[in-house]
């Protein structure tokens, strides 16, 4: 037996049951559960408008009580989970894609290629990012599909950055040179020796940034940036609820207390995964 410190995917792959963990994956899958199920669960049309029942508190008939219209919003919050988690694995997803490939390139090759990455860098950080989120949106017009492509197109960057940062001490491991020096092709190199031992921050990083993903797509949908109406998400919810905030709280208060549960989900499992990095087991 001795002490050797394990590469970051054999580490991410170590699962410990710590309790943020475990409270990270009762959330999630809660959520992803109800994501599911919602339409078997829940007890009205989301959209179906219900004049004779305009801005009813919590009930037995409405447990998250009705909005300006009499719409059921615990129905209306169960669909909206299914919206918010798929913009949360959408507004990962492809940054993390297209930023992987760009960081493999630019580590491992250098040259013209990073030089090119390293400007585009310098150019997105100079300006925060919801600014630059917020300006291509309003350029292509608001829309979920127009905010997932505005998060790609700003969001990739970090993910390269954090990948090449990766791969610059991988590839000057001692297995990274023998396989050069053994003649393998700079392919096999890259995806079966460089990318397994660099990817695994960028996954505890990813499961981090969907928590600003899911805030950024709720907070665009308050603002009508993002979910237009009378989609069911949870930030368009609360934007229709604040001109009822003082006589019907419970408009806002349901979908903003979902919102923070999932957002401490991604946080705790993105916590916990960063710990599990940080980790030498002994084998």
Request: hydrophobic share 55%.
């Amino acid at each position: 037996m001795s002490n050797i410190p394990i590469s970051g995917v054999a580490r991410t792959a170590f699962f410990a049951w710590s309790p943020t963990m475990i409270i990270a994956v009762v959330i999630l899958a809660g959520w992803f559960v109800v994501a599911l199920t919602a339409p078997f669960i829940a007890p009205y049309d989301p959209d179906a408008i219900d004049i004779a029942n305009m801005l009813t508190g919590p009930s037995a008939a409405h447990w998250f009580g009705t909005d300006q219209v009499g719409r059921d919003i615990f129905s209306r919050v169960l669909y909206a989970a299914q919206v918010d988690l798929l913009l949360c694995v959408l507004g990962v997803l492809p940054p993390l894609i297209i930023g992987t490939f760009v960081g493999l390139l630019s580590g491992y090759f250098g040259g013209i290629i990073d030089s090119i990455f390293m400007r585009i860098y310098d150019l997105t950080v100079a300006f925060p990012f919801f600014v630059l989120v917020l300006a291509i949106v309003g350029v292509i017009g608001p829309g979920l599909v127009n905010f997932i492509i505005a998060l790609t197109v700003v969001g990739w960057v970090s993910y390269a950055r954090l990948v090449r940062a990766e791969v610059l001490t991988v590839r000057e491991s001692e297995y990274i040179r023998a396989a050069e020096c053994l003649g393998y092709p700079k392919r096999a190199i890259l995806l079966r020796h460089v990318l397994p031992n660099a990817i695994g921050p960028v996954i505890a990083y990813a499961v981090s940034d969907a928590v600003l993903v899911m805030l950024a797509g709720a907070s665009f949908g308050y603002l009508g940036m993002g979910a237009q109406p009378p989609t069911a998400e949870w930030g368009v919810i609360i934007a229709d609820g604040q001109a009822f905030i003082q006589q019907a709280w419970w408009i806002c208060f349901f979908p903003g207390l979902a919102a923070i549960s999932l957002g401490l989900g991604f946080a705790f499992l993105g916590d916990g995964l960063g710990h599990l990095q940080r980790r030498e087991v002994t084998v």
